[in-house]
């Protein structure tokens, strides 16, 4: 009879305590819930900060001190940017331009690089590959100056390939990077397979590695664009007319408005507009960028 009087204490018990742990489970999921909420705030907040002082009035958007809501919607500023001096279009289509050239030069030296950093012994490897990401050790403004002098003599200076290079440069190491280890996840197996049916190591890396590494490359593209779409400061060096001009320089040229004064409201309109290929780039290829950066960066 003791034993079962005590068997609906301890059930009830232990239901207790399930129901404890439950509680406690659903209070760190919302605690999680709501310091991500407050991260994603944090992070929207300057991109919709910039959104409400672009459709506001050029005198609204200047005032001191500022008024977060726009009392009517304008969209002058938009029409200024896209009719600033060369034309949006034209600034827009040279950053297009060096971000392209420079996806095809990291990918056609990256590509080979990782291939055989991955899949080839021999000696000094892994010496040679620290001598590769060696350069991101160095700030490449202290670079700028003389490269610009060498681009110059042999008439790449004020040229989309010139500057490509130039982010080519700065995107390579990481690159290699990636797709080093992005080789080195495949099994070996299918190498092995290959090897023995004839095929070449070209062949291999086109007809084998190559589907398996397209995560990879969409990733390094990925990378490449945004850094090349956003660069700033060797597209001033580099860049001295302005229907060569990129989208970055277009910002800092839109900015000032009458007497000196900043025109807040065309250069958040700018923002916004150098902002929308970068998102639409990402989203269109965000699965094979997950897959990839999970792939190639953490084994």
């Known amino acids: 009879m003791t034993d079962l009087a005590a068997n609906p204490a301890e059930i009830a018990a232990a239901d207790h305590a399930q129901g404890r742990v439950a509680g406690e489970r659903r209070q ?7 310091i991500c909420v407050a991260v994603l705030a944090i992070m929207l907040a300057p991109i919709a900060l910039s959104f409400l002082a672009s459709i506001k009035t050029p005198q609204e958007a200047s005032q001191s001190p500022p008024v977060y ?13 896209f009719d600033f001096q060369a034309g949006l279009s034209t600034y827009a289509f040279n950053s297009l331009a060096v971000a392209g050239i420079a996806i095809l030069l990291c990918l056609a030296l990256a590509v080979p690089a990782g291939y055989g950093l991955a899949r080839f012994n021999f000696r000094g490897k892994e010496v040679l590959f620290l001598i590769m990401l060696a350069p991101l050790m160095i700030p490449y403004q202290a670079l700028l100056t003389p490269l610009y002098m060498m681009f110059a003599k042999v008439g790449l200076a004020n040229s989309h390939l010139g500057l490509a290079i130039i982010h080519t440069v700065l ?10 280890n992005s080789f080195e996840g495949i099994p070996r197996e299918l190498e092995e397979a290959a090897v023995m049916d004839g095929s070449s190591s070209f062949q291999v890396l086109r007809n084998i590695f190559g589907p398996l590494v397209v995560p990879g490359m969409v990733t390094v593209a990925l990378f490449t664009f945004i850094n090349s779409w956003n660069e700033f400061l060797a597209a001033l060096i580099f860049m001295n007319k302005e229907t060569a001009f990129t989208v970055p320089i277009m910002l800092v040229s839109v900015r000032t408005g009458r007497l000196g ?3 807040w409201g065309a250069l958040q309109a700018g923002v916004i507009i150098s902002i929308l290929p970068c998102v639409l780039v990402y989203v269109l290829l965000q699965k094979y960028y997950v897959s990839g950066f999970l792939n190639g960066a953490v084994k």
Request: aromatic share 16%.
């Open 171 to 180: 995107q390579l190491p990481f690159s290699i990077y990636l797709m080093r």
């Open 28 to 34: 760190v999921r919302y605690l999680v819930g709501a």
């Open 261 to 263: 004064a900043v025109d």
């Open 69 to 81: 809501l726009p009392s009517q919607i304008s969209f002058e500023n938009y029409l200024k940017i």
